[in-house]
Nanobody, 126 residues
Framework: VQLQASGGGLVQTGGSLRLSCAASGRTFSRATMGWFRQAPGKERDFVAALMWIDGSISSSDYVDSVKGRFAISGDMAKNTVYLQMNSLKPEDTAVYYC?????????????????WGRGTQVTVSS
C-alpha cells in the first residue's frame, strides 16, 4: 500500500487548505485512516482520523485544537481521504502526514498504523 499526500502550501491566517491522501495497492474492507502533523522541533501529533467499513465511514475523531475548523472525509471509491482545514492559524504550521491501518486501531496512536505517506508542508503566515 502506498499513500500519496498532497495539497499543502502557504496560506495566511484564517485561510483554508484541503489535503488529500490517495491510497494505492491493496484495498481493505475495514480501515483506519489518519492525519498527523509534526511541527519543527516537536513530536508528531494526531490531527484527525476516520474509520470505514465496507465502503462506509463508521466514525471520525479529532484532536481538540482542530475541532470545528478541520473536517476529515473520504471517497472510498477513489481510496482517498481528505482533510479540509479552515480558519487556519500559525500554530497549524507543520508537515502533515497521512497514515493507514487495515483494521480499526486506536486512531490517536501513531505506531498502530501500518502505512505512512510522505508529508506535505502546511505553512500558515501571521
Amino acid at each position: 500500500v502506498q499513500l500519496q499526500a498532497s495539497g499543502g502550501g502557504l496560506v495566511q491566517t484564517g485561510g483554508s487548505l484541503r489535503l488529500s491522501c490517495a491510497a494505492s495497492g491493496r484495498t481493505f474492507s475495514r480501515a483506519t485512516m489518519g492525519w498527523f502533523r509534526q511541527a519543527p522541533g516537536k513530536e508528531r501529533d494526531f490531527v484527525a482520523a476516520l474509520m470505514w467499513i465496507d465502503g462506509s465511514i463508521s466514525s471520525s475523531d479529532y484532536v481538540d485544537s482542530v475541532k470545528g475548523r478541520f473536517a476529515i472525509s473520504g471517497d472510498m471509491a477513489k481510496n482517498t481521504v481528505y482533510l479540509q482545514m479552515n480558519s487556519l492559524k500559525p500554530e497549524d504550521t507543520a508537515v502533515y502526514y497521512c497514515a493507514a491501518a487495515p483494521r480499526f486501531v486506536r486512531p490517536k496512536v501513531d505506531y498502530e498504523y501500518n502505512y505512512w505517506g510522505r508529508g506535505t508542508q502546511v505553512t500558515v503566515s501571521s
